[in-house]
């Protein structure tokens, strides 16, 4: 078939199955792409009428991981945005205008009819670009308070989605809707699996979805763990967490002594460490669902789709939320939201790392987070966001 013939064949396939172009736009860290991602998988598990493209900044960790979901993936220049003074705004508000410029021509190239944003600086350019096209616009905020770009990008969206509960102002603005924190399908296989069964078809050699990434981890647990120990999952977000990095190696001679840990460190602070009952790693792929369900303690930053994963799972947490020095705030509010509502503990400086970590195994306070759980009213963000797309685009 030539190529003429072969345009002729997709045009009248789409006409026939009416097959509708969502475009998502997002990055900065794996935090705003998976999430997206986790939409992405659900609508496909629901329907094929959808084609998607992706509109992202130039870094190849975050193309890869969307192209390895089989979503075409564009790059376009884009300037971060600050809350103060530099001189690197001027250089930066145009490489905002040029991302707009280039947002534009793959907008007409791709005619996509609803642009979902998960926000990061790169969405804005891609966002305003779209609403000059008369582009439907979602976008989706993770924390408890609307990032810059989001907060930019809600005063031209049709529909503004919030992980967290509406606040009063919120409430009023009938675009705004409290939609939940979508997870990702590996994460959901397993959420409810019985793992016992799942560890021994592993072990014998049984083709089980995600085998790749778990069978490794299975052969270094049972090389490095104690059976008898607790064992500590350390998630420092994909590019680490200086601080919980420094506050594992001061205390490690003594987490070691009782506990396992297997700590995920991040790309940029990343160092080897041979230790008998400590495993240290890049990145966790896949296989977080599993350490989710292995671990009996979590130690994590707070950002919001890594608390309401790890909550999700009703896991024992300890937050260390960055410092409002270090970021607009959003971390210390997601930690004291859940902190009130007894679903994890909040570390500050001014304890004792390891009293506090020791407290946690207390049976009163697992009893209590238990309880704290189960009043719990959980969302499936993923139909909720589902739904709304169908709605905006009349299907």
Known sequence: MGQFDSNIANFLTLCYFNIMKIAFTGGGTLGHIYPALSIYDYINSQTDIYDYIWIGRVDNREKSVVEENGIKFYSIQCGKLRRYFSVQNCVDFFKVFLGYIQAKKIFKKEKPDLLFSKGGYVSVPVVYAAKKLNIKIITHESDISLGLATKLNSKVAALVLKGFLL?????????????????????????????????????????????????????????????????????????????????????????????????????????????????????????????????????????????????????????????????????????????????????????????????????????????????????????????????????
Do not use: W
């Open 167 to 395: 606040n009063e102002e919120e409430k009023k603005n009938k675009k705004y809707l409290y939609s939940g924190n979508p997870l990702r399908k590996d994460l959901l296989y397993f959420k409810e699996l019985d793992l016992n069964c799942y560890e021994k078809a592993i072990e014998n050699g049984e083709n089980l979805e995600y085998k790749e990434y778990i069978k490794p981890v299975i052969n270094q647990m049972n090389l490095k763990f104690d059976k008898s120990k607790k064992t500590i999952l350390v998630v420092g977000g994909s590019l680490g967490a200086l601080e919980i990095n420094n506050l594992i190696d001061q205390n490690l001679d003594s987490l070691l002594k009782k506990y396992n840990i297997y700590h995920q460190m991040g790309e940029k602070t990343f160092r080897e460490k041979n230790r008998k009952g400590y495993i240290c790693t890049k990145y966790i792929d896949k296989e977080l669902g599993y350490l989710y369900r292995k671990a009996d303690l979590i130690i994590t930053r707070c950002g919001a789709n890594t608390l309401n994963e790890e909550i999700a799972f009703e896991k024992n947490i300890l937050g260390i939320p960055l410092k409002n020095s270090s970021s607009r705030g959003e971390q210390v509010l997601n930690a004291e939201f859940y902190k009130d509502l007894n679903l994890l503990e909040v570390y500050t400086n001014s304890m004792n790392f390891i009293d506090t970590i020791e407290n946690l195994f207390d049976n009163e306070v697992i009893d209590r987070r238990l309880v704290a759980f189960s009043h719990l009213k959980s969302v499936n963000a993923n139909e909720i966001i589902y739904r709304k797309i169908n709605e905006l685009l009349g299907n």
